[in-house]
């Protein structure tokens, strides 16, 4: 039987997820979230945010419909009232001497931090840290924050094509696919613990409406682009210009549940803090792109990437890509026996 990498796999438990924009949060909450195909409620209190269970264990009433009271989360069915650690500390009904019963307390996600302007979720303890992006801090780089989106396919594939430079002059004719630049160049992937990264040179176009997809007039450029993966699949690709500066393009995703995929992705240019370009067409030009992946994308019948080898033919063009099966691989292997 195929082994399959879907957003579900228990394994992701144990890394990293966005959950929200910090910016799309109106209030202390409760807000809903979905992760790994399970409802929560994320909750801000003193301590910092805290992930809920989505329900009350007394009757399973939404806490959601809850709210924030005297810093604890109140279900809204009988007041049932939630610290930030998932300890239930007051049932109204039974008065404040009553024993609470240990099956009153909530689990909540093992860590929350906030970091590039999002809300960031290990529901187990992690084993790799939240991706570091040094430029997020240096003011030689500007930022576009691309619109939120939610994809019909899985994270890892998702990462998969983000990796993926054999594509470009195919998927990509519209935007910066250079269609006489079709063979990829040797290079090497370094794995390092529960991250991996490759360095690539290729062709790409300048084309004279890079927003609207126009492919009649354009010029290409060399431009040298160096990848890294952090587990459990989010991307950062750094794009060296030359004398034309520098770009970071990070690719953040919430595994929604089986079949879908929140994408939060920002890009940080050199040319944007120096008023070259807008952050407004920075956002036009990767939505164009980010179109073409996803028509392709969710088009794929199975929105999981596979784990046994004999499934798919590799190339040496798809070494990248192949590493990621391997991380994929570790990762499905801390829940398996």
């Not at 927003?211 to 950062?236: I, K, L, Y």
């Not at 120096?274 to 030009?285: D, L, N, R, S, V």
Request: negative net charge; glycine residues 6%.
């Amino acid at each position: 039987m195929t082994r399959w990498f879907d957003n579900e796999n228990p394994g992701l438990r144990q890394f990293w997820q966005p959950v929200a924009r910090s910016d799309d949060l109106d209030g202390d909450g409760p807000h809903p979230v979905r992760l790994l195909g399970v409802d929560y409620v994320l909750a801000r209190l003193t301590r910092g945010w805290t992930l809920f269970p989505a329900a009350c264990p007394h009757r399973l009433a939404p806490l959601t419909a809850g709210e924030i009271v005297d810093d604890m989360l109140q279900c809204a069915y009988h007041g049932w009232c939630f610290a930030g650690d998932g300890t239930c500390v007051r049932i109204p009904a039974i008065g404040a001497e009553a024993t609470i019963p240990p099956s009153a307390h909530l689990p909540t996600a093992a860590r929350v931090e906030e970091r590039y302007g999002l809300v960031w979720v290990a529901l187990d303890e992690p084993l790799a840290p939240i991706p570091e992006n040094p430029e997020w801090e240096d003011d030689a780089f500007g930022l576009a924050v691309i619109p939120t989106q939610t994809w019909n396919a899985s994270a890892a594939q998702m990462a998969d094509n983000f990796l993926d430079v054999a594509h470009f002059p195919f998927t990509h004719l519209g935007t910066i696919g250079d269609p006489d630049d079709v063979e990829v160049a040797d290079f090497t992937v370094t794995r390092d613990d529960w991250s991996f990264g490759s360095v690539h040179h290729h062709s790409s176009k300048v084309l004279a409406d890079a927003t609207a997809g126009e492919t009649t007039e354009f010029e290409t450029f060399d431009r040298t682009m160096t990848f890294r993966c952090t587990a459990p699949h989010h991307v950062r690709l750094h794009i060296d210009y030359g004398i034309d500066g520098n770009l970071v393009l990070l690719f953040f995703h919430q595994p929604v549940d089986r079949d879908s995929t929140t994408l939060y992705c920002v890009a940080l240019a050199e040319n944007i803090a120096t008023g070259q370009m807008k952050p407004e067409e920075h956002i036009a030009f990767q939505a164009a792109v980010g179109r073409e992946d996803r028509q392709l994308l969710e088009q794929l019948v199975v929105k999981a990437v596979p784990l046994d080898p004999g499934v798919e033919t590799h190339t040496r063009a798809d070494k990248t890509t192949v590493e990621l099966r391997r991380l994929l691989n570790d990762i499905a292997a801390l829940v398996e026996t």
